[in-house]
C-alpha cells in the first residue's frame, strides 16, 4: 500500500481535527490516506464500518463526499458485550478491576440516553449532570465527552434527532470510546 518514498497523504482538515483526531494529532490522516488507497484499489463497493468509530466515520464519510468515490458507506450498529462494554480489541489491555471501571462510559451514556428520551435536550445540561459520573473513579480520565452533529462533529446546544453522543476516556493506559445517536 506504501510504495518506497511515499509521501501523499489525504487529510480531511476541521471535521478530522475533532473529537478523536483533537486527542489524537494525525490520526485521522493516516487513516484516510490508507482507506482512500483501498477505496481507489477496489472502485465501486460497499464499506462497512462501525459506529463506536464515529469519529472516524464523519471523516471517511466527507472525503468520499469530496473526492467523489463510488463507494456506499454502510454504518454498523455498535456490538456489545453482555455487561454493555463496546467490543473493541482494546479492551483485552483492561485488567478485571479496569473493566469495571470501564463500564461507567456505558452508564454515563444510558443516563444521557434517560434524560433525553424524558425530554432535556440542552447539551450542556445533560454533560453537567453526568459529570459527577464520570469524576467518581480516579482510574477513568476524560478524554471527552461531547454531543455534535454526527456529520461535522461541530458541538451543538441542543440534543436533536441524529446528533452524536460521545465519550472518550482513559481507563489506566487503555483509551475507549463509545457513543450513541439520538434517536
Keep these: 500500500m506504501y510504495p518506497e518514498g511515499a509521501v501523499t497523504t489525504v487529510n480531511v482538515p476541521d471535521v478530522g481535527d475533532r473529537l478523536d483526531g483533537a486527542s489524537r494529532p494525525g490520526h485521522f490522516t493516516g487513516v484516510a490516506t490508507v482507506v482512500a488507497k483501498l477505496f481507489h484499489v477496489v472502485g ?3 464499506a462497512y464500518f462501525g459506529q463506536k468509530d464515529a469519529a472516524q466515520v464523519a471523516v471517511l464519510r466527507r472525503m468520499v ?17 453482555a455487561d454493555g462494554l463496546a467490543l473493541s480489541s482494546r479492551n483485552n489491555y483492561l485488567s478485571a478491576a479496569e473493566r469495571m471501571q470501564a463500564l461507567v462510559l456505558q452508564r454515563v451514556l444510558r443516563r444521557m440516553e434517560e434524560k433525553i428520551t424524558a425530554g432535556e435536550r440542552r ?3 445533560l454533560i ?4 459527577p459520573m464520570v469524576g467518581a473513579d480516579a482510574g477513568v ?7 455534535v452533529d454526527a456529520e461535522t462533529l461541530l458541538p451543538v446546544e441542543i440534543a436533536e434527532t441524529g446528533a452524536l453522543v460521545a465519550i472518550a476516556a482513559r ?7 463509545d457513543n450513541f445517536l439520538v434517536g
Design 44 to 46: 465501486q463497493c460497499r
Design 128 to 131: 453537567e449532570d453526568v459529570m
Design 141 to 147: 480520565k476524560l478524554d471527552y465527552l461531547a454531543i
Design 123 to 125: 447539551s450542556a445540561v
Design 171 to 177: 481507563v489506566g493506559s487503555t483509551r475507549l470510546i
Design 65 to 81: 463526499r469530496d473526492l467523489n468515490f463510488a463507494v456506499e458507506l454502510v454504518v454498523c450498529a455498535i456490538v456489545r458485550d
